[in-house]
């Protein structure tokens, strides 16, 4: 049983940055990605961004070169600082680990999340 814990999030002024952490109670490479979820009131959860185990980074369209995701293998942590935060950023943001076998889902696993406030 792995358990990831996100952290980092609090309450920032539009145009401020947050940088968030998802340390993982066991090994982050078991995961062929790690990936950063969020969900709004009244939407559904989104993709902000994930990593591959190999590297290759995913975001979702809304992100527009303003957050950055990596992992640090070492610390099985995975971060997501973001940067030029806007109002509609606003969200909890959940932590994920997976693995696929053709294309299905297996071995995931998800934070319990970290609340992110940006005020106008």
């Known amino acids: 049983q792995v358990q990831l814990v996100e952290s980092g999030g609090g309450l920032v002024q539009a145009g401020g940055s947050l940088r968030l952490s998802c340390a993982a109670s066991?090994?982050?490479?078991?995961?062929?990605?790690m990936g950063w979820y969020r969900q709004a009131p009244g939407k559904e959860r989104e993709l902000v961004a994930d990593?591959?185990?190999?590297?290759?980074?995913n975001y979702g369209d809304f992100v527009k070169g303003r957050f950055t995701i990596s992992r640090d293998n070492a610390k099985n942590t995975v971060y997501l600082q973001m940067n030029s935060l806007k109002p509609e950023d606003t969200a909890v943001y959940y932590c994920?680990?997976?693995?696929?076998?053709?294309?299905?889902?297996?071995?995931?696993?998800w934070g319990q999340g970290t609340q992110v406030t940006v005020s106008s």
């Open positions: 990593i591959s185990r190999g590297g290759s980074r």
């Open positions: 066991g090994n982050i490479f078991r995961f062929n990605v």
């Open positions: 994920r680990g997976y693995s696929t076998i053709s294309s299905t889902i297996y071995d995931d696993y």
